[in-house]
């Protein structure tokens, strides 16, 4: 189609590059931007915006961060930015990128996870968005619990964390984004699969050193699992703040190995409880861990799978996956990737 229209474009042309911008490795300005398409003037934007959606708009895609969806289809996408952007280097060595806004001012083209037009730019679609409000509140579909979203304590392109509030005590909210952490046989990506996974684990688990499921909630084609928050803090974090990373041999010191002897212990003993009921810690990571009051809990169990059978329970979440939110427009092969694109004006 931009071969016939004389339009410019590019694309992801691998797996490995399709996997890597539907991971959680690439910057959230980045992600799900298969197809980027860049046309002459306006009015080819608006022409092209709706030439695809003739024909890709029942089409279920990746909704890229920074974007803003085409009537309301996912799968197209537009922003303003910088095609051929002005660089500048300032005093720190930073290369930044500049463009003009709408009132012939330049400005940084920052990519913020979420659309927003420059001073003085109007949107020639015509279409109305709204930047979201940092206190949502949306209800579960399992348990009808309250959660009132807070603030994002780590953004992740393939799904953020957030700090919610129910019943006026802090819990955790999980995104797992529609398409993110694609596979060749997962095209809608396996972030999903992965946070079902986690809640049947919290729900038919018996160990008690991990959070506790509350409920989830869809927004969109995206799942949210609310599970309690335990406050401490991680492996990571822990280490860093330890004075063994320090020279000497202090009483401070001595006081840190005894300590860190006590935490791997209790990681051995929460191991050894996972492991006797039956299965795996997928993803060992000292960000997975946390340690509160001297007790250590695993609170990511998205990878945590049955011994011999790492992929029961996504095997059942695959199914309930599949027949939820499979695409509306079935011309495609039940294998091929549905991409997600993006335009400029």
């Known amino acids: 189609i931009c071969q016939k229209w004389k339009t410019n474009y590019k694309f992801i042309d691998t797996i490995e590059g399709y996997k890597l911008f539907t991971s959680k490795n690439v910057p959230s300005s980045q992600f799900g931007k298969i197809i980027t398409i860049?046309?002459?003037?306006?009015?080819?934007?608006?022409?092209?915006?709706?030439?695809?959606?003739?024909?890709?708009?029942?089409?279920k895609g990746m909704i890229v961060p920074t974007d803003h969806i085409f009537r309301g289809s996912t799968i197209i996408n537009y922003r303003y930015g910088g095609?051929?952007?002005i660089v500048k280097i300032n005093e720190e060595n930073d290369i930044k990128s500049y463009i003009f806004d709408g009132n012939g001012n330049l400005t940084e083209d920052v990519r913020k996870p979420y659309f927003e037009l420059l001073s003085g730019m109007v949107n020639p679609i015509k279409e109305k968005y709204t930047v979201q409000s940092p206190a949502l509140t949306f209800k579960g579909e399992?348990?009808?619990?309250?959660?009132?979203?807070?603030?994002?304590?780590?953004?992740?392109?393939?799904?953020?964390?957030?700090?919610?509030?129910?019943?006026?005590?802090?819990?955790?909210?999980?995104?797992?984004?529609?398409?993110?952490l694609a596979e060749e046989n997962s095209p809608y990506g396996t972030a999903i699969l992965l946070k079902k996974n986690e809640r049947l684990f919290l729900i038919k688990s018996k160990i008690k050193n991990i959070p506790e499921y509350i409920d989830y909630f869809t927004l969109g084609d995206?799942?949210?699992?609310?599970e309690s928050k335990?406050?401490?803090?991680n492996l990571r974090k822990y280490s860093a703040l330890s004075d063994l990373v320090k020279p000497g041999n202090s009483n401070k010191q001595k006081e840190n190995i005894s300590k860190l002897n006590l935490i791997f212990y209790k990681l051995k003993q929460l191991q050894d409880?996972?492991?006797e009921q039956g299965f795996i810690i997928g993803d060992v990571s000292p960000d997975n861990f946390v340690i509160?009051?001297?007790?250590?809990?695993?609170?990511d169990c998205e990878t945590v799978h049955p011994i011999g059978d790492k992929r029961k329970y996504l095997k059942l979440d695959t199914k309930i996956f599949a027949n939820?939110?499979?695409?509306?427009?079935?011309?495609?092969?039940?294998d091929d990737y549905k991409l997600g694109m993006t335009m400029f004006w």
Do not use: M, W
């Open 38 to 59: 860049y046309p002459n003037n306006i009015q080819e934007f608006i022409n092209l915006l709706n030439y695809f959606y003739e024909y890709f708009g029942k089409l």
């Open 83 to 85: 095609i051929n952007p």
């Open 142 to 180: 399992e348990n009808g619990t309250v959660v009132k979203i807070k603030k994002i304590i780590r953004q992740i392109a393939s799904g953020n964390i957030y700090l919610g509030e129910v019943n006026k005590k802090e819990v955790i909210v999980k995104q797992a984004k529609f398409g993110a």
């Open 222 to 226: 995206d799942y949210f699992l609310i």
């Open 230 to 233: 335990i406050d401490g803090i």
């Open 273 to 275: 409880r996972i492991h």
């Open 292 to 299: 509160s009051h001297d007790k250590v809990y695993l609170v």
């Open 324 to 334: 939820n939110i499979k695409p509306d427009c079935c011309d495609y092969q039940k």
